[in-house]
Nanobody, 125 residues
Framework: QVQLVESGGGLVQAGDSLRLSCAASGRAFSSYVTGWFRQAPGKEREFVAAISWIGGRTNYADSVKGRFTISRDNAKNTLYLQMNSLKPEDTAVYYC??????????????????WGQGTQVTVSS
C-alpha cells in the first residue's frame, strides 16, 4: 500500500510560481510511475505531468509544457511539481498519483492506483 500526501498549494497571482510536493509512505517508489493531475470545478480530472522513478523520463500536457517541471527525489521518496508563469486557468485541485510500472508514462487518471488527497492552487488575475 502507498500513501500520498500533497502540500504546497496556495493563492498566488498570475505570473507567480509555486512548488507542489507529494510525500510517499508505505513503500518505495523504485518501480513506480508517478504523476500529477488537476481538477477544476465542474471539469474532469486532467493529466498534468508524469515521471518514471527509474530513469526520470517525463511527459507533460501541452497546456503546461515549458512552464511546469516534474521531478522526484529518490532518497526522500518525494515527487515535486514546479509551476512557473502561473495562469488563472491553472486554478484547480492538484493531485499526485502513482502506479506500478517503469516504462509507460500513463496519462489517463484511470490508470493510476494510488492518489493523494489533493491541494488547492488558486491563481488570481
Amino acid at each position: 500500500q502507498v500513501q500520498l500526501v500533497e502540500s504546497g498549494g496556495g493563492l498566488v497571482q498570475a505570473g507567480d510560481s509555486l512548488r507542489l510536493s507529494c510525500a510517499a509512505s508505505g513503500r518505495a517508489f523504485s518501480s513506480y510511475v508517478t504523476g500529477w493531475f488537476r481538477q477544476a470545478p465542474g471539469k474532469e480530472r486532467e493529466f498534468v505531468a508524469a515521471i518514471s522513478w527509474i530513469g526520470g523520463r517525463t511527459n507533460y500536457a501541452d497546456s503546461v509544457k515549458g512552464r511546469f517541471t516534474i521531478s522526484r527525489d529518490n532518497a526522500k521518496n518525494t515527487l515535486y511539481l514546479q509551476m512557473n508563469s502561473l495562469k488563472p486557468e491553472d486554478t484547480a485541485v492538484y493531485y499526485c498519483a502513482a502506479r506500478a510500472g517503469t516504462v509507460t508514462l500513463y496519462t489517463a487518471a484511470s490508470s493510476y492506483t494510488y492518489w493523494g488527497q489533493g491541494t488547492q492552487v488558486t491563481v488570481s488575475s
